[in-house]
T-cell receptor, first 115, second 111 residues
Framework: NAGVTQTPKFQVLKTGQSMTLQCAQD?????MYWYRQDPGMGLRLIYY???????DKGEVPNGYNVSRLNKREFSLRLESAAPSQTSVYFC??????????????FGPGTRLTVL | DQQVKQNSPSLSVQEGRISILNCDYT??????FLWYKKYPAEGPTFLIS?????DKNEDGRFTVFLNKSAKHLSLHIVPSQPGDSAVYFC??????????FGAGTQVVVTP
């Protein structure tokens, strides 16, 4: 049971380049999330997918797109990277989206630097 | 607009003593609160949670207290151990299940 996996672990991009961050979970969870972590800001929700086939914006969606490819996989795409997108990105999954539900399980993170 | 605030970015405590981490929130619609622990180069891991119908939840060395009238929660770690050195995030959720996280508190447990 690998839990939540993310690729790549590290990435350096030049301004304007595009890339896709991959996330997969093997816990049969319905809900998946993308966060970014910046110093002094905690984790901020970029996009989430309450269930397969649905996606919704979080707190900081600008500059990103997502795809819920199937129940296991949820990818995050930067179409034209900007230095402000330098951050550590975490993917998470949870059994369901709703009240008093169980906790989120996080992947190990992707450290992205945009020059 | 940060609705969950951890005002202490760092905390240093001696091994064996109590660590107290604080968290304040502004949104009265939050009804579920969690603490996560994060080691360097790893993702956050769940530590303990509390729902708004309780004012205390205990799990081994970890206890979370919730004061709804003050919109304040705290995490007590007793006794503190070197392995507790990590960043601790407070998180709050409304009934729809979307979490808001605080900025984190770096705890260092010294021998």
């Amino acid at each position: 049971n690998a839990g939540v996996t993310q690729t790549p672990k590290f990435q350096v991009l030049k301004t304007g380049q595009s890339m896709t961050l991959q996330c997969a979970q093997d816990m049969n969870h319905n809900s998946m999330y993308w966060y970014r972590q910046d110093p002094g800001m905690g984790l901020r929700l970029i996009y989430y997918s309450a269930s397969e086939g649905t996606t919704d914006k979080g707190e900081v969606p600008n500059g990103y797109n997502v795809s819920r490819l199937n129940k296991r996989e949820f990818s995050l795409r930067l179409e034209s990277a900007a230095p402000s997108q330098t951050s550590v990105y975490f993917c998470a999954s949870k059994q369901t989206q709703g009240p008093f539900t169980d906790t989120q399980y996080f992947g190990p993170g992707t450290r992205l630097t945009v020059l | 607009d940060q609705q969950v605030k951890q005002n202490s970015p760092s905390l240093s405590v001696q091994e064996g003593r109590i660590s107290i981490l604080n968290c304040d929130y502004t949104n009265s619609m939050f009804d579920y609160f969690l603490w996560y622990k994060k080691y360097p180069a790893e993702g956050p891991t769940f530590l303990i949670s509390i729902s708004s119908i309780k004012d205390k939840n205990e799990d081994g060395r970890f206890t979370v207290f919730l004061n709804k009238s003050a919109k304040h929660l705290s995490l007590h770690i007793v006794p503190s151990q070197p392995g507790d050195s990590a960043v601790y995030f407070c998180a709050a959720s409304n009934s729809w299940g979307k979490f808001q996280f605080g900025a984190g508190t770096q705890v260092v447990v010294t021998p």
